[in-house]
C-alpha cells in the first residue's frame, strides 16, 4: 500500500498509543531499538514493552549510510513491517521528517500514524554534525507535527523531540545545557510530548535538566556508560540505544564470517538462537 494513502486509525492503534504514553508514566521506559521485523520480533520475545525503531540500523539493512539518507517512504515500509510483526506499540524514527517544512512533517507524521506507529523520534538537525534548525522553524515543524496526528485521528500519539545540541557539540560546551533547556520548553509549548538528548550522559547535567525540563528526558545509553540504574537516578523516564544493537547484531555477523573463512571453525555461532524458536516468532 502506498505510503501516501493513509488509512484510518483504529481501536487498536489508538489503546497502544494509550499504553505507549502510560508506559512513560508508570515507570522507566527501556527501548531496545529495532531495524526491521526480525529484530523487533526478538526484541519483544526478550520482554520489551514497546518497540523503537533506529534510523540508523534501517538505513544499514537497506544498503545506506545513516544520516537523513533513507527515503520516507522506506521509513514507512519499515515500520509497517514492524507494526504488523509485533503486538506492541512502536515508535518511529523520522530523522528530520523528510524534508525541512512543516508541510513535510505533517506529511511524514500522517504517514506513521497510518502505518499503526503510535510514536515518532523528530529531531532538530538539518544534517549531520549540523546545523540545527533555529528555535522558530524547528517549533513550527512539532506544531506540525502534533495538528498532523490529531488530523490523522490519533492525537495520542508520542512526539519525542530530539535536539542534537550536545550529540553534535552545537556552540560552547558551557552553554549546551541551558541551549537544550531553552529548546525543551519551545518545544513543549509547541506540543512535543519528550525531549531526547543523545550525546549527554554526564550524570550531574542529566539530573538538572531532569528536575527543570517540562518534558520526560530520553537518554541514550552507551556501552560503557552510565548504566539503567544510574540513568534512573538521574530522573530520566526513557532510555534508548540508537543503533547499539545493530552494531552488535553485524559485530556478530562479522566475526562468524571471519572464523569460517579462516580458520574454518564455528565457535562463533556457539549459543546462536535456535532455528526453530525463531521461525516461531513469525506468523506463516
Known amino acids: 500500500m502506498p505510503v501516501d494513502n493513509f488509512p484510518s486509525t483504529d481501536a487498536a492503534t489508538t489503546k497502544k498509543a494509550d499504553l505507549f504514553r502510560k508506559l512513560h508514566a508508570d515507570s522507566v521506559l527501556?527501548?531496545?531499538?529495532?531495524?526491521?521485523?526480525?529484530?523487533?520480533?526478538?526484541?519483544?520475545?526478550?520482554?520489551?514493552?514497546?518497540?523503537?525503531?533506529?534510523?540508523?540500523?534501517?538505513?544499514?539493512?537497506?544498503?545506506?549510510?545513516?544520516?537523513?539518507?533513507?527515503?520516507?517512504?522506506?521509513?514507512?515500509?519499515?515500520?509497517?513491517?514492524?507494526?504488523?510483526?509485533?503486538?506492541?506499540?512502536?515508535?518511529?524514527?523520522?530523522?528530520?521528517?523528510?524534508g525541512p517544512a512543516p508541510e513535510d512533517v505533517a506529511h511524514t507524521v500522517r504517514a506513521v500514524a497510518g502505518a499503526g506507529a503510535v510514536g515518532v523520534n523528530l529531531e532538530d538537525s538539518q544534517a549531520v554534525g549540523g546545523p540545527l534548525f533555529d528555535l522558530a522553524d524547528q517549533t513550527a515543524r512539532l506544531h506540525a507535527a502534533r495538528e498532523a496526528a490529531a488530523a490523522a485521528g490519533l492525537p495520542e500519539l508520542f512526539v519525542n523531540a530530539r535536539t542534537d545540541v550536545f550529540l553534535f557539540a552545537i556552540g560552547p560546551s558551557a552553554g549546551r545545557l541551558d541551549e537544550v533547556l531553552k529548546r525543551t520548553t519551545a518545544y513543549a509549548e509547541a506540543g512535543a510530548d519528550g525531549i531526547f538528548v543523545p550525546g549527554l550522559l554526564d550524570l550531574d547535567a542529566l539530573a538538572t535538566l531532569c528536575a527543570e525540563s517540562p518534558l520526560p528526558v530520553n537518554a541514550m545509553a552507551v556501552a560503557g556508560g552510565p548504566t539503567v540504574a544510574e540513568l534512573t537516578q538521574t530522573g530520566v523516564r526513557r532510555i534508548s540505544l540508537g543503533t547499539a544493537l545493530a552494531q552488535a547484531a553485524y559485530t556478530a555477523a562479522r566475526k562468524a564470517a571471519e572464523e569460517l573463512l579462516t580458520t574454518g571453525t564455528f565457535e562463533a555461532l556457539t549459543d546462536s538462537l535456535d532455528f526453530t524458536e525463531l521461525n516461531t516468532l513469525f506468523q506463516p
Open 30 to 98: 527501556i527501548l531496545p531499538n529495532a531495524w526491521d521485523a526480525a529484530s523487533a520480533a526478538v526484541i519483544a520475545a526478550a520482554g520489551a514493552t514497546a518497540i523503537a525503531t533506529t534510523s540508523g540500523g534501517v538505513s544499514w539493512s537497506l544498503g545506506r549510510g545513516d544520516g537523513q539518507h533513507l527515503t520516507r517512504d522506506e521509513t514507512l515500509h519499515a515500520a509497517r513491517r514492524i507494526v504488523h510483526t509485533v503486538d506492541l506499540p512502536v515508535t518511529v524514527d523520522i530523522e528530520g521528517g523528510y
